[in-house]
């Protein structure tokens, strides 16, 4: 007889092969939202062989796995590292890789596979994070709670979206101080590049990556992590300009600030205005 704790455990991820020790209860339950799978494991006394080639052979070579250990420990060892992950801590590692888990005492882990594709600033950060465990950050927690209850909660037509939220929030949360400081010094660097073409309504986001000597994908990932895109910032740049001017030059007239500023005309600025602040550019010359 088949243990349908190995049934389902290879239903949900089918590169893994697992050797139970002792008689100690485990319990696994899993289920696909969208393009994401998810699992929990509560399953101490456990050897799980991870084997890349049979992802690779079942076309899952490409994805990534998020583990949340929720308690209990576990032993990860792989071709370079060894690690012992403790309660509280989030682990990436690549469907691709060999590696080894020795599920201890107590262990229940929650587990969430997805494509590094799937959103332009993943892809740096699950490499970068890989096998490097992270704790003490809320990103880490939020993100385990969200997932717990993703396993539980009624099918609708927001649970995709509510997984793809989760796996933004862990890996957000494994980004190093240095990538922090990195992202501010690029935003700079972008912004001054920005202003400097203020009045050429042409200037967009592979011009400004160009000029940052950089592709339009890594800048779009690492602005990602930033939490905003080229176009944005560079709309975001304009409008703030124009409104320096508008309070600065009262005597220029509202297009000539809108041309100056990027804006193929008046209304375009004055839409720009309204989304963003509430009301039309006028408004400020009459508070004024």
Same mark, same amino acid.
């Given at each position: 007889?088949?243990?349908?704790?190995?049934?389902?455990?290879?239903?949900?991820?089918?590169?893994?092969?697992?050797?139970?020790?002792?008689?100690? /209860?485990?319990?696994?339950?899993?289920?696909?939202?969208?393009?994401?799978?998810?699992?929990?494991?509560?399953?101490?006394?456990?050897?799980?062989?991870?084997?890349?080639?049979?992802?690779?052979?079942?076309?899952?070579?490409?994805?990534?796995?998020?583990?949340?250990?929720?308690?209990?420990?576990?032993?990860?060892?792989? &071709?370079?590292?060894?690690?012992?992950?403790?309660?509280?801590?989030?682990?990436?590692?690549?469907?691709?890789?060999?590696?080894?888990?020795?599920?201890?005492?107590?262990?229940?882990?929650?587990?969430?596979?997805?494509?590094?594709?799937?959103?332009?600033?993943?892809?740096?950060?699950?490499?970068?994070?890989?096998? $490097?465990?992270?704790?003490?950050?809320?990103?880490?927690?939020?993100?385990?709670?969200?997932? $717990?209850?993703?396993?539980?909660?009624?099918?609708?037509?927001?649970?995709?979206?509510?997984?793809?939220?989760?796996?933004?929030?862990?890996?957000?949360?494994?980004?190093?101080?240095? $990538?922090?400081?990195?992202?501010? /010094?690029?935003?700079?660097?972008?912004?001054?590049?920005?202003?400097?073409?203020?009045?050429?309504?042409?200037?967009?986001?592979?011009?400004?990556?160009?000029?940052?000597?950089?592709?339009?994908?890594?800048?779009? &990932? $690492?602005?990602?992590?930033?939490?905003?895109?080229?176009?944005?910032?560079?709309?975001?740049?304009?409008?703030?300009?124009?409104?320096?001017?508008?309070?600065?030059?009262?005597?220029?007239?509202?297009?000539?600030?809108?041309?100056?500023?990027?804006?193929?005309?008046?209304?375009?600025?004055?839409?720009?205005?309204?989304?963003?602040?509430?009301?039309?550019?006028?408004?400020?010359?009459?508070?004024?």
């Amino acid at each position: 007889m088949i243990d349908p704790v190995f049934e389902q455990a290879n239903a949900a991820f089918p590169n893994i092969n697992l050797r139970l020790e002792g008689v100690q /209860q485990r319990f696994v339950t899993s289920r696909n939202i969208g393009r994401y799978s998810l699992a929990l494991f509560r399953s101490p006394g456990t050897l799980v062989d991870v084997i890349g080639r049979r992802a690779v052979n079942a076309g899952f070579g490409n994805r990534f796995k998020l583990i949340w250990q929720i308690s209990g420990r576990m032993k990860f060892e792989g &071709t370079r590292d060894k690690l012992d992950i403790g309660p509280g801590e989030l682990l990436v590692t690549s469907m691709a890789d060999d590696y080894q888990l020795e599920l201890l005492e107590s262990h229940e882990a929650l587990v969430l596979a997805f494509d590094p594709e799937d959103d332009p600033m993943w892809s740096d950060l699950a490499r970068e994070a890989l096998a $490097r465990p992270m704790s003490g950050r809320s990103g880490i927690a939020a993100s385990a709670q969200g997932v $717990r209850t993703l396993l539980s909660a009624p099918v609708d037509n927001t649970g995709e979206f509510a997984a793809h939220t989760m796996i933004n929030l862990a890996l957000l949360s494994t980004q190093r101080a240095d $990538r922090n400081r990195s992202s501010s /010094q690029l935003m700079a660097r972008a912004a001054l590049q920005i202003e400097r073409n203020l009045s050429d309504i042409t200037y967009g986001p592979a011009r400004l990556a160009r000029d940052l000597g950089m592709s339009r994908r890594s800048l779009y &990932t $690492r602005l990602a992590a930033a939490g905003t895109t080229p176009a944005t910032l560079v709309g975001q740049i304009r409008l703030e300009k124009a409104k320096e001017d508008i309070l600065r030059r009262p005597a220029v007239s509202l297009l000539d600030i809108a041309l100056a500023n990027g804006f193929r005309d008046g209304s375009r600025l004055s839409r720009a205005f309204r989304n963003t602040y509430g009301h039309p550019p006028s408004w400020l010359r009459q508070e004024r």
